[in-house]
């Protein structure tokens, strides 16, 4: 895991010398690394952006094959095949930003840890290579806009109101609200025929054509989007709540900038 952690925790500490500030530090660390993962998930948003588009098409060869099981998932792999979509590159972003989620928490929480007192100062520079490795007297700043970026939002909420109450209010209400906005955006547009990209389209509403039907099945696929739409950002604020504030602003980055190239993927498709 040492392999994974240590250019994470390098990172962290070699800008936290730049700008003699963690939150700084976090905020810059996540963006490179978004832009590093960006030629590796564009592929994928505009798949993914495709694949919710092509939904109604999709629809339609469910109900021609019915229950042939065997026909339907031939048809659909031709389907797919022709219109040069990998149906399983939508997942992609989700395992990376997963990932890369677990393997920044154990750099950040070992870093804020030597900042608070609870690890040693050895076991950070065991990471680190020589020229940032730092010294046993070496004092720390975890404050970021007057936030204790090791505090959690559970325990700043428990201290009495202050001005770090709206600030990671924002963080926090934040991230869920991006995260809203970029399932959103990967939803089918509303039901239209016009010009897109100066070519005629026939995008429909994917939500509206299920209603349309009277099928319990198509219920169940509506109440399983409208669910995925929104369980993703009331999981951010659950989770969310037991994060350091570190970690939020971590978070809070991370979706503005997934939320960018989810809407620079679908300018482009």
């Known amino acids: 895991m040492n392999v994974f952690i240590s250019p994470f925790v390098n990172a962290l500490m070699w800008f936290y010398d730049l700008f003699g500030n963690l939150g700084w530090s976090v905020i810059t660390v996540t963006i490179i690394i978004k832009l590093l993962l960006f030629p590796i998930i ?26 042939d099981k065997e026909g339907l998932a ?21 395992l990376l930003q997963v990932a890369v989620l677990i393997i920044f928490f154990s750099a950040f929480n070992l870093v804020i840890g030597v900042m ?6 050895t076991e950070l520079n065991s990471h680190l290579i020589p020229i940032i490795k730092v010294a046993e007297n070496f004092k720390f700043n ?9 505090t959690t939002p559970a325990k700043l909420f428990g201290m009495g109101f202050s001005i770090n109450w709206i600030l990671v209010g924002i963080l926090l209400i934040g991230s869920a609200g ?8 990967m939803m089918p547009s509303s039901a239209q025929k016009g010009l897109r990209n100066g070519k005629p389209s026939t995008v ?8 349309a039907t009277p099928e319990k099945s198509d219920d169940m696929m509506e109440a399983m989007r409208t669910q995925s739409l929104y369980l993703m950002p009331a999981m951010t604020v659950f989770i969310g709540w037991g994060f350091s504030v570190g970690m939020l602003l971590y978070w809070f980055v991370n979706s503005a900038v997934m939320l960018g190239q989810q809407l620079l993927a679908n300018k482009q498709s």
């Open 116 to 121: 608070e007192g609870k690890k040693q100062i």
């Open 204 to 211: 429909v509403d994917q939500s509206a054509y299920v209603k």
């Open 178 to 185: 991006l995260q809203y906005l970029s399932s959103k955006l």
């Open 74 to 94: 031939k048809a659909q792999m031709d389907f797919y095949k022709q219109e040069g979509i990998n149906p399983l590159s939508g997942c992609l972003p989700n």
């Open 142 to 150: 975890q404050d970021f806009m007057g936030m204790d970026l090791g």
């Open 42 to 67: 564009w592929p994928s948003l505009k798949s993914a952006k495709k694949m919710a588009e092509l939904q109604p098409r999709l629809k339609k060869l469910q109900e021609k094959y019915g229950k």
